[in-house]
């Protein structure tokens, strides 16, 4: 350690090192947490398996042809997870499904976190008529239950992926923005936000460099429960025939499918509801884990 | 109090009326009509065009949601296109389904998560807690329809001891119910047990303790029934996924409840018997918040000062 101190701070220096510490912070708590680790390290398996399926296998060999000769084979060393009525390997096709998961739950949390927050920002921000109107329309989305708007919106716009990501977006858009809101309601008044308006910054400015950086901790920690939620829900829909069109390996189509085969086949139901199960559960150990080291004082 | 509660249910009136507006519209949206889907084979132009009349379907969307709107105030669903029956009936007949796998259900996540939860609490940061959380993480993660499979693999297909589906008499109820109640017991553990930590450490247990009242009744008398009120508040909420998110569970079960009936009026673009299911559903939920909000008053007297002031 060096004897003489420093008692001055560049502007830069002071911010670089604000940002640091707080990412540095967040992570030194993060890691503490054995089942945060454990939900982070999953996710980081399966996002490379999903990009090595994607590379290694062939979308029109490996997972759309049939080979009726090897169908419904149980679990061998050939195909661990067995072959399914139209004789294509199991396995295979739960590894090249991750992508619909991740990318269905992730997109879709991007779309209703973007637009959600940006909603509770502005009903946070100015009060009044403005967050009276955007409440009362959350209310109404609220209202229907999530599943059955989810298959209101799919059968109007048409079963796609791309579809799919605007439904579950838009079913979860209320959640974010009541969540941001009631985030920002407490920075509203502080004192930096009136020096803030006072230095000459317009709302858009104070909202972003002030008020979001301020009140990000609640949205992160809604971002990876809603990821684990999104995969729920597209699973449910895709499930009930109106998520991702066949034959693509979704892996709640792929259980639904696999239904038709319960009494002699149960192995065709049970992987692909395991990987649905993991996928979520490591979202979910990640966003306790997130929400544990973001506020230090809940855990205790 | 009474002043609240009139207030919230003027309140609803408008939020009913944009679910109807929303669901409405996007029913519209979809492709495929169902006039030509049942009007006959060789059916002219103007035979279908008198069909359409005949269903209230003629006009442009604007006038035929005004039509609906209007007769909605009046408390009027209209009628089924596909079963041509009062939508209001049908609903209403498949609804006891619905709300039995419902209470059902809640029922099983009490049994299950309130011992645990308090057994987690009260034995913090040891195995029991451990394994406790981990089941409730669990719970939260399983896509209950797959749930619902494999309870069907166990015990109907390999041990037959109950039914797969249906739904005559009492054991056809228990599957579907574990099913469901499952999901909502991760959540609920979880909030159990964080509540009763939070309990556990004020000082009228500490009173109650010095005065010396027993362990079991500390824990099960004074501290539970404070560590309750946070769950009778997510209890609205429960209810709400109970009756919504069983869709894809009486799939499995083929349970004869309103959620299956919605997602067959939705596939046969039955617009008024699928818009009326879904404003009914939403009735029945903003209805249980209120009630919700109201016992959470009167459980709690802190709350309950809060309105009479």
Known sequence: MSTEMKYSYSLEELKAYKKR???????????????????????????????????????????????????????????LFGTDQYGRDVLIRILYGAKYSLAVGIISVAISCFFGSTLGLIAGYYGGVTENIILRVCEVFVGIPSVLLGIAIMSAFGQSLVVLMFAIGLVYVPMFARTARAAVLPVRCEEYIEAARVSGMNDFQ??????????????????????????????????????????????????????????????????????????????????DGLRDALDPKLKQ | MFRYIFQRFLMMIPVILAVSFVVYYLMDLAPGDIVSMMAPQDATEAEIEMMREEMGLSGTLPERYLRYMFNLLKGDLGESLSMKRPVIEIFFERFPATLKLAFGSILVALLISVPLGVAAATHHRSWLDGTSMVTAMLGLSMPSFWLGL???????????????????????????????????????????????????????????????????????KHALKNALIPIITIFGSTLGNALGGAVAIETVFSWPGVGRLTVTAINTRDMTLATGCIIMFTIFLTFTLLLVDIAYAYVDPRIKAQYSK
């Open chain 1, 21 to 79: 510490s707080i990412a540095s912070e967040v992570w030194r708590n993060y890691k503490k947490s054995p089942s945060a680790m454990i939900g982070l390290i999953t996710i980081g398996i399966i996002i490379v398996v999903a990009i090595i399926a994607q590379l290694v296998y062939n979308y029109e060999v490996d997972i759309v042809q049939q080979d009726i000769m090897n169908r419904l084979q149980g679990p061998s060393a050939e195909h």
């Open chain 1, 206 to 287: 104070i909202i972003f460099s002030h008020i979001m950086p301020n009140s990000m901790a609640p949205i992160i920690v809604q971002v990876t429960m809603g990821v684990a939620n999104g995969i729920l829900t597209a699973s449910s829909l895709s499930f009930l025939g109106l998520g991702v069109p066949v034959p693509a390996p979704e892996w709640g189509a792929m259980l639904s499918s696999g239904r038709e085969f319960i009494r002699d086949y149960g192995y065709l139901t049970f992987f692909p509801g395991l990987a649905i199960m993991i996928t979520v559960l490591a979202f979910n150990l990640m966003g």
């Open chain 2, 150 to 220: 494999l309870l069907i693999i166990v015990f109907s297909l390999k041990l037959g001891i109950l039914p797969s589906g249906g739904s005559s008499g009492f054991a056809s109820i228990i599957l579907p119910a574990i099913t469901l109640g499952a999901g909502q017991a991760g959540n609920l553990t979880r909030i159990t047990r964080s509540s009763m930590l939070e309990v556990i450490r004020q000082d009228y247990l500490r009173t109650a303790r010095a005065k010396g009242v027993s362990e079991k009744a500390v824990i099960y």
